[in-house]
T-cell receptor
Framework: SQQGEEDPQALSIQEGENATMNCSYK?????LQWYRQNSGRGLVHLIL?????REKHSGRLRVTLDTSKKSSSLLITASRAADTASYFC??????????FGKGTRLSVIA | DAGITQSPRHKVTETGTPVTLRCHQT?????MYWYRQDPGHGLRLIHY???????DKGEVSDGYSVSRSKTEDFLLTLESATSSQTSVYFC?????????????FGSGTRLTVV
Protein backbone atom coordinates (compact mmCIF):
# COMPACT_ATOMS: atom_id res chain seq x y z
CA SER A 1 0.00 0.00 0.00
CA GLN A 2 1.26 3.48 -0.86
CA GLN A 3 2.20 5.67 2.06
CA GLY A 4 2.93 8.83 0.09
CA GLU A 5 0.72 10.25 -2.60
CA GLU A 6 2.08 12.94 -4.90
CA ASP A 7 0.02 15.72 -6.37
CA PRO A 8 -0.34 16.59 -9.17
CA GLN A 9 0.16 13.40 -11.17
CA ALA A 10 1.55 15.46 -14.05
CA LEU A 11 2.82 19.01 -14.35
CA SER A 12 3.89 20.97 -17.42
CA ILE A 13 5.66 24.32 -17.12
CA GLN A 14 7.84 26.67 -19.13
CA GLU A 15 11.57 26.82 -18.61
CA GLY A 16 12.43 29.38 -15.95
CA GLU A 17 9.20 28.90 -14.00
CA ASN A 18 9.02 27.30 -10.58
CA ALA A 19 7.61 23.79 -10.14
CA THR A 20 5.85 22.71 -6.98
CA MET A 21 4.94 19.13 -6.17
CA ASN A 22 3.15 17.94 -3.08
CA CYS A 23 3.21 14.71 -1.13
CA SER A 24 0.74 13.55 1.48
CA TYR A 25 1.23 10.54 3.72
CA LYS A 26 -0.85 8.63 6.22
CA UNK A 27 1.15 7.53 9.24
CA UNK A 28 3.90 8.97 11.42
CA UNK A 29 7.27 9.13 9.75
CA UNK A 30 10.92 9.16 10.72
CA UNK A 31 11.99 11.03 7.60
CA LEU A 32 10.72 11.90 4.14
CA GLN A 33 12.79 11.79 0.99
CA TRP A 34 12.42 13.00 -2.58
CA TYR A 35 13.78 11.20 -5.63
CA ARG A 36 14.02 11.97 -9.33
CA GLN A 37 13.73 9.42 -12.12
CA ASN A 38 14.66 10.20 -15.68
CA SER A 39 12.99 8.10 -18.35
CA GLY A 40 14.43 4.59 -18.47
CA ARG A 41 16.75 5.14 -15.52
CA GLY A 42 16.90 4.34 -11.85
CA LEU A 43 15.82 6.73 -9.11
CA VAL A 44 18.24 9.33 -7.85
CA HIS A 45 18.09 10.63 -4.30
CA LEU A 46 17.53 14.39 -4.11
CA ILE A 47 16.97 15.37 -0.52
CA LEU A 48 16.04 13.97 2.89
CA UNK A 49 14.12 15.87 5.56
CA UNK A 50 13.75 14.53 9.07
CA UNK A 51 10.50 14.63 10.99
CA UNK A 52 11.82 17.34 13.33
CA UNK A 53 12.78 19.62 10.42
CA ARG A 54 10.41 22.02 8.69
CA GLU A 55 12.40 23.17 5.68
CA LYS A 56 15.51 22.17 3.81
CA HIS A 57 17.33 23.56 0.81
CA SER A 58 19.68 22.03 -1.72
CA GLY A 59 20.66 24.16 -4.68
CA ARG A 60 17.45 24.98 -6.57
CA LEU A 61 15.44 22.56 -4.44
CA ARG A 62 13.40 23.55 -1.43
CA VAL A 63 11.54 20.97 0.61
CA THR A 64 9.05 21.68 3.37
CA LEU A 65 7.51 19.27 5.81
CA ASP A 66 4.36 19.78 7.85
CA THR A 67 3.95 16.79 10.16
CA SER A 68 0.67 18.13 11.56
CA LYS A 69 -0.83 17.94 8.07
CA LYS A 70 1.22 14.90 7.08
CA SER A 71 2.38 16.63 3.94
CA SER A 72 5.51 17.78 2.18
CA SER A 73 6.24 19.92 -0.84
CA LEU A 74 9.13 20.01 -3.28
CA LEU A 75 9.84 23.30 -5.00
CA ILE A 76 12.20 23.46 -7.96
CA THR A 77 13.08 27.06 -8.74
CA ALA A 78 14.04 28.42 -12.17
CA SER A 79 13.32 25.09 -13.83
CA ARG A 80 15.32 23.84 -16.79
CA ALA A 81 14.53 21.37 -19.56
CA ALA A 82 16.92 18.95 -17.82
CA ASP A 83 14.55 18.89 -14.82
CA THR A 84 12.04 16.97 -16.93
CA ALA A 85 11.57 13.72 -15.00
CA SER A 86 9.30 11.92 -12.57
CA TYR A 87 9.58 12.90 -8.94
CA PHE A 88 8.75 10.59 -6.05
CA CYS A 89 8.37 11.11 -2.37
CA UNK A 90 9.22 8.26 -0.03
CA UNK A 91 8.69 7.84 3.68
CA UNK A 92 10.44 5.91 6.38
CA UNK A 93 8.44 5.10 9.51
CA UNK A 94 11.40 4.07 11.62
CA UNK A 95 13.03 0.70 11.18
CA UNK A 96 11.24 0.02 7.89
CA UNK A 97 12.14 0.19 4.20
CA UNK A 98 11.13 3.25 2.24
CA UNK A 99 7.58 3.35 0.92
CA PHE A 100 7.24 5.29 -2.32
CA GLY A 101 4.39 7.27 -3.81
CA LYS A 102 3.28 6.99 -7.41
CA GLY A 103 5.14 10.06 -8.54
CA THR A 104 4.63 13.36 -10.34
CA ARG A 105 5.67 13.63 -14.00
CA LEU A 106 7.24 17.01 -14.61
CA SER A 107 7.69 18.36 -18.12
CA VAL A 108 9.72 21.53 -18.55
CA ILE A 109 9.23 23.06 -21.96
CA ALA A 110 12.09 25.05 -23.43
CA ASP B 1 25.36 4.50 -10.40
CA ALA B 2 28.72 2.81 -10.58
CA GLY B 3 28.38 1.26 -7.09
CA ILE B 4 25.37 -0.90 -7.90
CA THR B 5 24.89 -3.06 -10.97
CA GLN B 6 21.85 -5.01 -12.06
CA SER B 7 21.91 -7.87 -14.53
CA PRO B 8 20.52 -8.55 -16.97
CA ARG B 9 19.24 -5.15 -18.12
CA HIS B 10 16.56 -6.69 -20.29
CA LYS B 11 15.06 -10.15 -20.35
CA VAL B 12 12.20 -11.85 -22.15
CA THR B 13 11.10 -15.16 -20.73
CA GLU B 14 8.24 -17.59 -21.12
CA THR B 15 5.49 -18.19 -18.63
CA GLY B 16 6.37 -20.92 -16.18
CA THR B 17 10.15 -20.62 -16.46
CA PRO B 18 12.38 -19.68 -13.52
CA VAL B 19 14.19 -16.35 -13.69
CA THR B 20 16.94 -14.92 -11.51
CA LEU B 21 17.86 -11.26 -11.41
CA ARG B 22 21.12 -10.18 -9.87
CA CYS B 23 22.06 -7.08 -7.93
CA HIS B 24 25.72 -6.44 -7.20
CA GLN B 25 27.03 -3.60 -5.04
CA THR B 26 30.54 -2.45 -4.29
CA UNK B 27 29.63 -0.09 -1.43
CA UNK B 28 29.67 -2.71 1.35
CA UNK B 29 26.18 -1.57 2.32
CA UNK B 30 24.31 -3.68 4.80
CA UNK B 31 20.80 -3.06 3.49
CA MET B 32 19.59 -4.09 0.04
CA TYR B 33 16.14 -3.95 -1.51
CA TRP B 34 14.20 -5.21 -4.51
CA TYR B 35 11.36 -3.06 -5.84
CA ARG B 36 9.17 -3.42 -8.87
CA GLN B 37 7.81 -0.46 -10.81
CA ASP B 38 4.55 -0.62 -12.73
CA PRO B 39 2.45 2.10 -14.35
CA GLY B 40 -0.11 3.42 -11.91
CA HIS B 41 1.56 1.74 -8.93
CA GLY B 42 4.85 3.51 -8.48
CA LEU B 43 7.51 1.44 -6.72
CA ARG B 44 6.49 -1.46 -4.53
CA LEU B 45 8.80 -3.40 -2.24
CA ILE B 46 9.23 -7.10 -3.01
CA HIS B 47 11.90 -8.26 -0.52
CA TYR B 48 14.75 -6.73 1.38
CA UNK B 49 17.87 -7.81 3.21
CA UNK B 50 19.46 -6.42 6.34
CA UNK B 51 22.56 -8.60 6.22
CA UNK B 52 24.04 -11.78 4.82
CA UNK B 53 21.36 -14.48 4.94
CA UNK B 54 18.95 -12.05 6.64
CA UNK B 55 15.95 -11.24 4.46
CA ASP B 56 12.34 -10.25 4.88
CA LYS B 57 9.22 -9.90 2.78
CA GLY B 58 7.84 -6.71 1.36
CA GLU B 59 4.42 -5.66 0.16
CA VAL B 60 4.35 -7.81 -3.01
CA SER B 61 6.49 -10.85 -2.17
CA ASP B 62 4.21 -13.63 -3.48
CA GLY B 63 5.88 -15.52 -6.32
CA TYR B 64 9.34 -14.20 -5.48
CA SER B 65 12.23 -15.45 -3.39
CA VAL B 66 15.58 -13.88 -2.57
CA SER B 67 18.99 -14.93 -1.40
CA ARG B 68 21.98 -13.09 -0.04
CA SER B 69 25.01 -15.28 0.51
CA LYS B 70 27.51 -12.40 0.25
CA THR B 71 27.29 -8.75 1.26
CA GLU B 72 27.70 -7.60 -2.32
CA ASP B 73 25.09 -9.80 -4.03
CA PHE B 74 21.32 -9.90 -3.66
CA LEU B 75 19.46 -12.26 -5.96
CA LEU B 76 15.78 -12.13 -6.84
CA THR B 77 14.20 -15.32 -8.19
CA LEU B 78 10.89 -15.80 -9.86
CA GLU B 79 10.30 -19.51 -9.35
CA SER B 80 7.74 -19.78 -12.15
CA ALA B 81 7.29 -16.56 -14.06
CA THR B 82 3.80 -15.27 -14.79
CA SER B 83 2.63 -12.46 -17.05
CA SER B 84 1.73 -10.38 -13.98
CA GLN B 85 5.43 -10.29 -13.14
CA THR B 86 6.19 -8.35 -16.30
CA SER B 87 7.69 -5.21 -14.81
CA VAL B 88 10.79 -3.13 -14.29
CA TYR B 89 12.76 -4.34 -11.30
CA PHE B 90 15.01 -2.07 -9.29
CA CYS B 91 17.58 -2.93 -6.71
CA UNK B 92 18.61 -0.38 -4.10
CA UNK B 93 21.07 -0.15 -1.24
CA UNK B 94 21.59 2.16 1.68
CA UNK B 95 24.49 2.66 4.00
CA UNK B 96 24.54 3.81 7.58
CA UNK B 97 23.43 2.01 10.71
CA UNK B 98 20.14 3.88 11.08
CA UNK B 99 19.34 4.15 7.39
CA UNK B 100 18.83 7.89 7.56
CA UNK B 101 20.38 8.20 4.17
CA UNK B 102 19.16 8.21 0.64
CA UNK B 103 18.92 4.97 -1.25
CA UNK B 104 21.17 4.29 -4.22
CA PHE B 105 19.34 2.61 -7.07
CA GLY B 106 20.55 0.43 -9.89
CA SER B 107 19.53 1.10 -13.48
CA GLY B 108 16.82 -1.53 -13.44
CA THR B 109 15.98 -4.79 -15.20
CA ARG B 110 13.11 -4.75 -17.66
CA LEU B 111 11.49 -8.19 -17.54
CA THR B 112 8.86 -9.32 -20.00
CA VAL B 113 7.02 -12.59 -19.42
CA VAL B 114 5.29 -13.89 -22.55
Amino acid sequence: SQQGEEDPQALSIQEGENATMNCSYKTSINNLQWYRQNSGRGLVHLILIRSNEREKHSGRLRVTLDTSKKSSSLLITASRAADTASYFCATDSGNTPLVFGKGTRLSVIA
Amino acid sequence: DAGITQSPRHKVTETGTPVTLRCHQTENHRYMYWYRQDPGHGLRLIHYSYGVKDTDKGEVSDGYSVSRSKTEDFLLTLESATSSQTSVYFCATVGGTDRNYGYTFGSGTRLTVV
